[in-house]
């Protein structure tokens, strides 16, 4: 079990949607360390960057305007297996086929509007924190219940 970092961006729906308290209470709920945060307007450059994997896609153009409606909140998170466990809480991409109890399956019906980005892989969180955070941005410190949030790594619990 490894300690991973991720990007979790809450996008335009959510945050004009009032729901960014409900994304973050969601990860912090589940064990998750924020260590950075920032509410920031997307530029072409970064999105294009972010999203170079769907650069040829026909929906390609309709990102880019979706998530530059509004500012979007940046959050860096850490914990085990983090990207793994993101993931589940995120949700498949479509809301409509999310499952019940995950983000996008409890708040969103929508492919293109579904409240969230989680990184995928460990190589991606590592890549996209650092793309939208310096390291003065990024914040160490340790959370009272750890211990017993990791209880199969800490004997104790
Ligand atoms: P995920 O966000 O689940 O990792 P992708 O990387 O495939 O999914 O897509 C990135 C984002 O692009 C999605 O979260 C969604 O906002 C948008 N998107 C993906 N597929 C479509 C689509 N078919 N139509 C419109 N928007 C899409």
Known sequence: MKEEKILIIIKPDAIVRGLIGEVFTRFERKGFKIIGTKMIELGDILLDEHYAHLKDKPFFAGI???MTAS?????AASG???????????GQTAGHEADAGTIRGDLSMSIQSNIVHV??????????VARFFNEEELH????????MIYSDV???F
Do not use: W
């Open 64 to 66: 880019k305007k979706f």
């Open 71 to 75: 500012p979007v909140m940046l959050i």
């Open 80 to 90: 085990v297996n983090a990207s793994a466990a993101g993931r589940l809480i995120a």
């Open 119 to 128: 990184s995928d892989t460990t190589e991606n969180g590592e890549l996209e």
């Open 140 to 147: 160490t410190y340790k959370r009272a219940d750890e211990v």
């Open 154 to 156: 800490h004997e104790d």
